[in-house]
């Protein structure tokens, strides 16, 4: 059922400490069970750790606001092409195919939360801090995530005309 018109669009309400509809997806994602008022202080709470850490750098380059930390660690993971399957004359090939900005948006999330929750030992709002402050400056698992997509596409530069 692709395609579907929703107002899923119209109902996001912006989350209400920043403002920001993007941080309210971001949390939305974050939420299990239901409880958004967990995810929303897990997602505070990080975004707090962000502003210390930027309140100490005195690098002209560096985002001034935990915000702009976010917003740059999502450009930052977002993929621009991926490798789907695509099964023609009895083989599979990885074709490359462009990703749109919805989907860049989703696996950018999913890649941030699933390297955030997959260390261990430390409050989760620390990790995502760390995970997110990581993926602003360029580093991090979830930017290795995106370049391995991206090495991934660019091997299988070949099969571009199926697509």
């Known amino acids: 059922m692709s395609g579907r018109i929703t107002k899923a669009e119209e109902q996001l309400r912006p989350d209400p400490r920043y403002g920001d509809k993007v941080l309210s997806r971001f949390i939305n994602c974050i939420m299990h069970d239901g409880k958004k008022s967990?995810?929303?202080?897990?997602?505070?709470?990080?975004?707090?750790?962000?502003q210390q850490r930027l309140d100490k750098i005195d690098n002209p380059d560096?985002?001034?606001t935990a915000l702009d930390c976010f917003q740059r660690a999502i450009e930052n993971v977002k993929p621009h092409v991926e490798v789907r399957s695509k099964r023609i004359g009895g083989a599979n090939y990885q074709v490359p195919m462009q990703v749109n900005r919805r989907r860049q948006q989703?696996?950018?999330?999913?890649?941030?939360?699933?390297e955030a929750r997959k260390e261990k030992g430390r409050p989760f709002a620390r990790r995502l801090a760390?995970?997110?402050?990581?993926?602003?400056?360029?580093?991090?698992?979830?930017?290795?995530?995106?370049?391995?997509?991206?090495?991934m596409a660019e091997a299988n530069r070949a099969f571009a005309h199926f697509a």
């Open 62 to 64: 560096a985002p001034k």
């Open 106 to 114: 989703s696996l950018a999330f999913r890649w941030i939360i699933t």
């Open 38 to 50: 967990v995810a929303q202080r897990v997602v505070y709470d990080a975004m707090g750790d962000i």
């Open 130 to 151: 760390d995970e997110l402050f990581a993926a602003a400056r360029g580093e991090g698992k979830a930017m290795a995530t995106r370049e391995q997509v991206h090495r």
